[in-house]
């Protein structure tokens, strides 16, 4: 069953960036272990270009899945690359991170997808690291000819994900399912799990209730999945074990108590954030 359905509102972040933000701050606990998801696109680039300068983070991860476009990573352990269409850059902050992000110009619509993962209390001062994975090392299966599954993370029918070496237990999918055909998951019980729309639209189980382009659906904890469409749908599902700990939260630092936080901010002040 639906526990909540969320449309995302459009905010500013970084130097000037215009998106939308199906959930963040203000629902601090109930995604957990997620903490915030982010959609970007816009076929004008005055509403990216100006990107993320550098910034700090630590004690969780960011996953950034790229649909089109391209941008444009470096960070304080040396790395530097770009992202383009499909793939995927995911960044263990832990002990602390500074990086920024910068979106290049596009011709076309440039979309994509940033989530927040938070990390364990054991992990949030871990080691932090970089990988960009591209498209074409990511795993599509094929239900059938009107069904198919892209696996960022997690396990599908045997299938491995792209990304395995993580702190805590999730699941990444984009799910594509065209001419009102059925897809069906098993998950763990106690996972979180939610299902994002951004494109077409769905309906969960044998619900009357139709999410829609740019709306959310946090479902009910059970063991298994159930998602049809009247025509053609594009989602985000996501899931993972929640923490069950304390957030300490302040813009892109999240720790277990407030001490941590201000530690960390005090770190960054005085340049002995980088461990």
Do not use: C
Not at 172 to 196: G, L, M, R
Not at 197 to 224: C, H, P, R, T
Request: no cysteine.
């Amino acid at each position: 069953m639906i526990k909540k359905i969320l449309t995302a509102e459009p905010v500013i972040e970084g130097a000037g960036v215009r998106l939308k933000r199906v959930f963040g701050f203000y629902e601090k606990g109930e995604f957990d272990p997620f903490l915030l998801l982010d959609h970007f696109g816009s076929s004008n680039p005055n509403d990216y270009l100006q990107g993320f300068p550098w910034h700090p983070h630590r004690g969780m991860e960011t996953v950034t899945y790229l649909l089109e476009g391209s941008v444009e990573h470096g960070d304080s352990l040396g790395n530097k690359g770009v992202i383009n269409n499909g793939d995927v850059q995911w960044m263990t902050a832990g002990s602390g991170i500074i990086h920024q992000e910068m979106p290049k110009k596009y011709d076309g619509n440039m979309q994509g997808f940033q989530l927040w993962v938070n990390l364990p209390g054991k992990l949030k001062m871990t080691e932090p690291k970089y990988r960009d994975v591209l498209a074409e090392q990511i795993p599509v299966i094929q239900i059938n000819e009107n069904v198919k599954v892209k696996l960022i993370s997690g396990k599908y029918l045997n299938n491995e994900g792209a990304v395995t070496d993580l702190g805590i237990d999730i699941f990444y999918f984009d799910v594509n399912i065209d001419n009102a055909e059925v897809f069906e998951y098993e998950i763990i019980p106690e996972y979180t799990v939610f299902a994002y729309v951004y494109e077409g639209e769905a309906i969960f189980f044998d619900s009357k209730s139709v999410i829609e382009k740019n709306q959310m659906a946090l479902l009910e904890k059970g063991n298994q999945i159930k998602v049809t469409t009247n025509k053609s749908v594009k989602f985000l599902l996501v899931g993972g074990k929640p923490l069950n700990e304390p957030i300490a939260w302040q813009g892109p630092i999240v720790m277990n108590t407030q001490e941590e936080l201000q530690q960390a901010f005090e770190e960054y002040r005085n340049g002995t954030f980088i461990k």
